[in-house]
């Protein structure tokens, strides 16, 4: 069985700056499969091209085994997509947007109406059903975009940086209802900037930079592969990256501090303490953003 | 591959957007319904009767009778152009409607062709309002006056199509009230609307038909309503089909060509 994606050396150039330069992967039924990477490393413009409102420059890709050139309304009438800019119609109430877009699908408008009712609930904002879209938080607009994306019960989820710019309270509501849509089986893409949730939600993942893929896997290998169980930092004097370097004990030393990644902290440890005289030391488990900031680089993008 | 003279592929998937439209329209009625009503009683007064009790007749017609229906095609073309330029633009630029919709079947060829439909929509409604107070007036005659409502229509896709265009092309909202101040106003008042094309310089004359839509608008919709229908009428609605037909197929690949990238 095809996967409900599979693109082969994707291409997209915008004149002579190529945003996605040659990537292949495929996603799975019912996984949630997540795209990371840096400002401008092509995300947003891959999730164009599945959604069918980019048109690709070159390579092959499938949707549910279809051609995004050829076939974009059968495509799309499968698609839920939340995209990174609210765009959410201003001349209608918080039920007017779920009914409108929902009618977009050739919903009939009585399942259209009850669609919208059920999914106010889905996302908590029964209280604003009637209230501009104007009047809404960013939290509330977020979350009545999701459900705009359910409309239509759709195949697979796209979600271009589903939580940017939310508080806590709400990106934790996001995160429990696409938890909740993963369940049952949905098949999800999305894009985030948020490692801790790129972490906490995704089965398998690729990070990206410069339109290219970097690494492809699931958060825990990816943690183990390329950075290890354990990071220690240390406060940076030149006794302690004096006596790193004598014990061979590869290290990366970011602004006042030395960050060493590792399988065994209390090794590390001990050597600290016997040799180094160390002022402050912190051990934490490594993370996905260790591996993010050691493959794309820790200098600022764009 | 794809040309600014291709003939794009349009579902009826367009009607979504046109209803979408209509029903925010109807939603806010009282502001819609109003300024097209107080406009022709504007007119009428103020040129009609003021400027008409000095001119009394043109060619054998009552002032009033001269102007009304060069009063209904301008508002064909104020309520088309208007809609398909800053209307349109909003919806695109600042509510990133267009971006919302194309993410479900619609394409973005549905979703300017039923913006166009709305725009000439809204001119049909314009005319529908007008039509009774004129008619109350006597200035218009019946029944044939009635055929100014489809004529609405297909005066508002040219119009539509044309602001489109511009719409498409405009980088900025501001710059949209080039066309406006440059060709609409030029336009409402050199289109044989409120003195004869006759009276102007022969040059004048031929670039009014030839640039100046209008002109062929006000022509077929004074025929209509004096009512003096002659075959010429198939003339000026052969060259608004033409051009109506040109400028939507070009408004539709350009704002392809914005949106799509």
Known sequence: MPGIIEAQDLRKKFGDINAVDGITFAVNKGEVFGFLGPNGAGKTSTMKIIACVSPRTSGAIRVFDMDPDTSPAEIKQRLGVVPQETNLDPDFTCYGNLFTYARYFDIPPDLASKKAEELL??????????????????????????????????????????????????????????????????????????????????????????????????????????????????????EVLACLSKNTIPFEAIGDSVQVATDSSREIAKILFDQCSPHKVITRPATLEDVFLKLTGRKLKE | MNHIWTVPRISSRAWKVWHRNLVVFFRTWKVNFFPPLIEAFLYLFAIGMGIGSYVQQIDGIPYVNFIAPAILAISVMNSAFFECTYGSYVRMYYQKSFDAMIATPLSIEDVIAGELLWGATRSLLYVIIMLPVFVAFGVISLPTSLLAIPLAFLGGLMFGGIAMCFTAITPSIDTLNYPSFLFITPMALFSGTFFPLTLLPVAFQYIALIFFPLTHLVAIMRMLTLPAITSVLLLHLSWIIVVTAIFCIIAINLMRKRLIV
């Open chain 1, 121 to 238: 609930e889905f996302v908590q904002l029964q209280e604003k059903r009637d209230v501009t879209v104007e009047k809404l938080s960013g939290g509330m607009k977020r979350r009545l975009i999701l459900a705009r994306a359910l409309v239509n019960n759709p195949d697979l989820l796209i979600l271009d940086e589903p939580t940017i710019g939310l508080d806590p309270q709400a990106r934790h509501l996001i995160w429990e209802r696409l938890k909740l849509l993963q369940s049952q089986g949905n098949t999800i893409i999305l894009t985030t900037h948020y490692l801790d949730e790129a972490a906490r939600l995704c089965d398998r993942l690729v990070i990206m930079d410069n339109g290219k893929i970097l690494v492809e896997g699931t958060p825990v290998d990816l943690v183990k592969q390329y950075v290890g169980n354990e990071v220690v930092e240390i406060e940076k004097t030149d």
